[in-house]
Every structure is written in structure tokens, then in C-alpha cells.
């Protein structure tokens, strides 16, 4: 097997809906397109939190994956979330999203783990299960430390040093853990690629990933690249100045009641690019009312992020 490489950024895109709350192909295909344009993507993940996937009919998702792939023509890989629960049914999800042309699999816990949380050994078979079955190259997926679906961290070498498993995207939010795990799980495997998911939380962990796996890829995939690359350059001073640069924007996507309000905001400002028209969302999501779509908007123009057409003209 040759891992995908997710070295760079892997924007998790929105999914977008026509104004009668249908998947509107041609807007997908559109966001897609622009953003494996940018050298430092990586790959696109779909279908998950940031993309509505749980929202889609599976008919649905299976479409918006061939749509996906049509549009990046083999430039980066397509990577679809797996949510389903219990193992043979998720295994069997896979299975579909690789015949409709998935190259990799972003692992969901159970959802019934983030309230009862989970038997040891379940989230390891979950994972194995989905590779042996459908072959997607899997990313272990750490969700926040407040959740009881956060893997401890035999849980999460289990599955690390798994065949078929090439990545982590973590979300831990608890810096204690996140700066004992993350050495850990690269002793373990040191070609596991650790991708950092913090969208809020940026700056404290560009120095130790390979990456970024995040729905922020959406609305500023530039400034991102960038910081990556600081990150890896070990260059804190240039980090620092991305960081506080897209800090009006974090907190106008990020620091709101709801991490879900962030999905609405990020297609608000996909609206604000002029990437989409408009930024119909599915229940149970809501807009957000003017007030904030303002206070989106005047955040993307306090960091000088332009319109995608703009920065066209200017070249």
C-alpha cells in the first residue's frame, strides 16, 4: 500500500444545497475545483461535520463522492467520513463510498460511544473492519477529551499501528494530552501523519503535525498553507503573525455558542469569497441571522481576505 500523503492542507469542505435544499452539484464541483487549484492541498474530505454528511440520503452522499472526484480529476485524493453505526454497518458504507471512488476513510466513533462511551477493543475493530472490507486508507479520528468517544491512548496506539491506518486527525482540545499522545503515537508508527483539527486552537499545535484536517480549509485554504509551512519551518514569528492575521475570522466562525453554528458560518463565508451564491443549510442546522452574517462578513474584511475573484483580477 502507498499512503496517501497528507502532508499539507485537507480542507473538509461544506456541502453545498441549491435554495429548495437539494445537493447542488455544480456548487460542489466549484468549491472543489478551487480548492485543489492551490499548491498544498492535499486531499478533500467529505461527508463529514463541516459537509452536513450525516444530513445526506446515502444516495446523496454516494453522488456528491463521484461529484467530487470528477472535479479533481485525480489531483488529490477524496476522502469520505464514515459514520455508520456498528462495525458491519459502517464496513458496508465504505465499501460504497470506495466503489463511488473514495480513496480514504475519515473514521466516526459510534455515536452512541459520546454518551456511554466505549468496550475496549471495539474502536480498533471498528477500523480494521472498514479497511479489510472496502480498502480505504483509514485516519484515526481523536475527538475532544470531553466527549466519552476521545480514545485513550492504548486505544488510539491499537489502532495507529493498525495496517491500513496512515493518519490521526486530533481533536483532543486538552493540551496535557495532546503533548504526551501525540510522541507516543509517532514512537509507535513514525510514518503515521498526525493532522491537527483545532480549528480554534491553531497556533499551539502547527509545531507538531504534518498537516491540517479542517473545515477552516474551506474559507481560508491560502492563509492556512502558509501556516503550515511556518509551523514546519519551526518559524513561531511568522506563525504568530498568520495566526493573529486570521484571528478576526476564527472568532467570528469558531468562538460561537456552537462548534455546529461553525458550519453555517463557514458557508457565510464562502458567500462572502464568491465561491457560493448563497448558504442554505439542512435542518437540523439554522441560519444564523443577519447580525452574525455582518459580523462574518466585516471579520473576513479586518484580515484582507478577498473575494476569490478579486485575487483572480489582481494576478
Known amino acids: 500500500m502507498q499512503p496517501m500523503d497528507l502532508r499539507g492542507l485537507s480542507p473538509a469542505p461544506v456541502t453545498a444545497f441549491t435554495r429548495g ?25 467529505i461527508l463529514g ?7 445526506l440520503t446515502e444516495e446523496e452522499r454516494l453522488a456528491l463522492i463521484r461529484t467530487y472526484v470528477e472535479a479533481v480529476d485525480g489531483a488529490v485524493p477524496i476522502i469520505a467520513g464514515i459514520t455508520g453505526e456498528g ?12 466503489a463511488a471512488g473514495a480513496a480514504g476513510a475519515l473514521v466516526y466513533p459510534n455515536h452512541g460511544w459520546l454518551r456511554f462511551g466505549f468496550q475496549k477493543g471495539a474502536p480498533e475493530d471498528r477500523y480494521k473492519a ?6 480505504l486508507q483509514c485516519i484515526l479520528f481523536q475527538y475532544p477529551d470531553a466527549t466519552k468517544a476521545s480514545y485513550d491512548l492504548d486505544t488510539q496506539l491499537a489502532i495507529a499501528t493498525q495496517e491500513g491506518v496512515v493518519a490521526t486527525k486530533n481533536g483532543v482540545r486538552n493540551m496535557k494530552r495532546w503533548y504526551v499522545e501525540i510522541p507516543e503515537l509517532k514512537k509507535a508508527n513514525p ?17 507538531d503535525v504534518d498537516g491540517l484536517l479542517v473545515g477552516y480549509g474551506n474559507i481560508a485554504p491560502e492563509l492556512l498553507i502558509e501556516l503550515i509551512k511556518a509551523g514546519k519551518a519551526q518559524n513561531y514569528p511568522e506563525a504568530r503573525k498568520i495566526f493573529e492575521r486570521l484571528l478576526p475570522v476564527t472568532r467570528a466562525v469558531y468562538h460561537r455558542g456552537s462548534h ?34 455582518a459580523e462574518i462578513f466585516a471579520a473576513f474584511d479586518t484580515a484582507g481576505i478577498r473575494r476569490v475573484d478579486q485575487l483572480l483580477a489582481a494576478e
Do not use: Y
Open 21 to 45: 435544499g437539494e445537493v447542488d452539484h455544480k456548487a460542489n464541483a466549484k468549491i472543489a475545483k478551487w480548492l485543489v487549484s492551490m499548491e498544498g492541498v492535499k486531499s478533500l474530505v
Open 49 to 55: 461535520h463541516a459537509g452536513e454528511g450525516t444530513f
Open 87 to 98: 462495525t458491519k454497518v459502517a464496513a458496508e458504507e465504505a465499501k460504497k463510498c470506495k
Open 130 to 135: 472498514i479497511w479489510q472490507e472496502s480498502g
Open 191 to 207: 510514518n503515521l501523519q498526525i493532522l491537527s483539527c483545532h480549528d480554534e486552537w491553531l497556533l499551539p499545535t502547527m509545531f
Open 260 to 293: 455546529m453554528e461553525g458550519t453555517v458560518a463557514l458557508k457565510l463565508g464562502l458567500v462572502h469569497r464568491g465561491i457560493l451564491d448563497q448558504a442554505t443549510v439542512r435542518e437540523p442546522l439554522k441560519n444564523l441571522g443577519e447580525k452574525a452574517e
